[in-house]
């Protein structure tokens, strides 16, 4: 989905149909990923008044994998967006801030929590109490995004690459992962590794296992259908 606006700031008709993509996504079979991105200069600087508060949390919730193709600068809610995807490729132009606070307000869409999560207390710390924006090549030092692109042309093709490979996995293993990760995070260790053992046993159970342990034996590629 493209965010399209004359500030680069999500309206509550975007948001709305935003929140009605992440569930047609969530509930279509054939919906593998869902990815977003801006429309003009920026991905997004922050969200006007009247935007539904479950946009954020909704696409974190998404089961199956998402994508924030940052395409310019994600400022304030615009990043708290983008952090609830799974993976951030970002142009080597963008900027990334959290500046709330400079208003008299603090951020509420999840930036306390995932943004130390991504890049550690300190620097979090240091982005949310002083303004500062980082540029690109330090939000990927940092860890904030995955993928660094030179230019629009070359966001398209790196982003072209990320949904190609994760449009070759199996669908239901993708899901199983992310399942893992996100909700393993905050178990310790060994609810983690359990977590994992009963989704692992759970995937054996599957057509896409059979469909990848007989492509494999023939040589060939898998045909997952999701099921």
């Known amino acids: 989905m493209r965010f399209r606006g004359a500030r ?7 948001a709305s149909r935003l929140l009605d993509l992440i569930e047609q996504v969530e509930d279509d ?9 801006g429309a003009g200069a920026n991905f997004c600087v922050g969200f006007d008044d009247g935007v539904d508060p479950r946009i954020v949390e909704s696409l974190a919730v998404l089961s199956k994998p998402t994508v924030a193709i940052i395409n310019g600068d994600a400022f304030d809610e615009g990043l708290e967006l983008a952090m609830a995807a799974d993976i951030r490729i970002a142009i080597s132009s963008a900027r990334f801030a959290i500046a709330q606070m400079q208003h008299g307000v603090m951020p509420h869409f999840g930036a306390t929590q995932r943004l130390p999560r991504l890049i550690g207390a300190a620097s979090a710390l240091r982005m949310m109490l002083t303004g500062t924006a980082l540029r690109a090549d330090e939000a990927l030092r940092l860890g904030l995004v995955a993928y660094l692109a030179k230019n629009r042309a070359d966001l398209a093709q790196v982003s072209g690459r990320v949904a190609q490979a994760i449009l070759s996995r199996a669908p239901l293993a993708a899901r199983l992962v992310k399942d893992a990760v996100l909700k393993g995070y905050d178990m310790t260790l060994e609810q983690g590794i359990r977590l994992e053992e009963d989704l692992y046993a759970l995937l054996q159970t599957t057509a896409d296992r059979a469909e990848g342990v007989r492509a494999f034996l023939e040589k060939r590629k898998p045909l997952f259908r999701g099921a």
Do not use: E, G, H, N
């Not at 079979?29 to 991105?37: F, G, K, Q, V």
């Open 8 to 14: 680069a700031t999500l309206t509550p008709a975007m």
């Open 29 to 37: 079979d054939s919906s593998r990923m869902l990815a977003i991105t």
